[in-house]
């Protein structure tokens, strides 16, 4: 059974900032792509980051130069450095797992969710 548990969510002020983890069990993390995505309420879910087998990564326009997505292997572990926070990056942030293409960044290209963790972000 494959597992996603994120952690390191918080409030913070803008301009700030937060790292998020997410730790995988069951899944065979250097094998395929991970992505961070985001849910602010009454909007879609949105990918922000994602990040393949080989390093490659994707960046949505809005957090391009603020966030970097990482993972290891070892650790079996995908994190994400949010700096220079603002207000609109408040949201659930999800971890998911083994995209179907190619840093994809559509909520249904992936097959693997965690829970989520919530980000704050006030003026």
């Known amino acids: 059974e494959v597992q996603l548990v994120e952690s390191g969510g918080g409030s913070v002020q803008a301009g700030g900032s937060l790292r998020l983890s997410c730790a995988a069990s069951?899944?065979?993390?250097?094998?395929?792509?991970m992505a961070w995505f985001r849910q602010a309420p009454g909007k879609e879910r949105e990918g922000v980051a994602a990040?393949?087998?080989?390093?490659?990564?994707r960046y949505a326009d809005s957090v391009k130069g603020r966030f970097t997505i990482s993972k290891d292997n070892t650790k079996t572990t995908l994190d994400v450095q949010m700096n220079s926070l603002k207000p609109e990056d408040t949201g659930m942030y999800y971890c998911?797992?083994?995209?179907?293409?190619?840093?994809?960044?559509?909520?249904?290209?992936?097959?693997?969710w965690g829970q989520g963790t919530q980000v704050t972000v006030s003026a």
């Open positions: 998911a797992a083994k995209c179907r293409y190619y840093l994809a960044f559509s909520q249904s290209d992936y097959n693997y």
């Open positions: 069951g899944y065979d993390f250097s094998s395929g792509c």
């Open positions: 990040i393949d087998k080989y390093g490659d990564t």
